[in-house]
């Protein structure tokens, strides 16, 4: 009766587990985005995906959840889905026009030095 009673609240806290490693997402892509590189964006990646499991995990001892259930793999899933769809494109448009904008002054201080 425990577990059915309290359903709805972990599986809120879960989506709120995946709005928040959303945000670990957009530090590492801002990251990977002025960094750059192959082998720099895999382990960008594979950092992020551990952030994200012990995200979880400090959440399910935070807030006591009982045994491990797919809905809640699948709240963290759709909280990381979510911030993807919304804040992220924020996020995303704004850092690629500052790094466009800093590209291109960039380009045009090589102009002036080779006149």
């Given amino acids: ?3 059915t009673a309290n359903q709805i609240f972990i599986f809120l806290v879960c989506i709120y587990a995946g709005l928040l490693s959303g945000v670990v997402y957009d530090v590492l892509y801002v990251l990977k985005l002025a960094v750059g590189g192959k082998w720099l964006n895999i382990i960008l990646d594979i950092t ?3 952030i994200f499991a012990v995200i979880y995990i400090l959440v399910s001892f935070l807030f006591e959840f009982p045994v491990f259930r797919l809905y809640m793999f699948f709240a963290t899933q759709l909280g990381l889905f979510m911030y993807i769809k919304s804040f992220h494109i924020l996020i995303a448009n704004g850092a690629k026009k500052i790094y466009n904008k800093l590209k291109l002054l960039k380009g ?3 102009e002036r030095r080779k006149t």
């Fill in 48 to 50: 992020f995906f551990i």
């Fill in 108 to 110: 045009k201080g090589r």
């Fill in 1 to 3: 009766m425990f577990v």
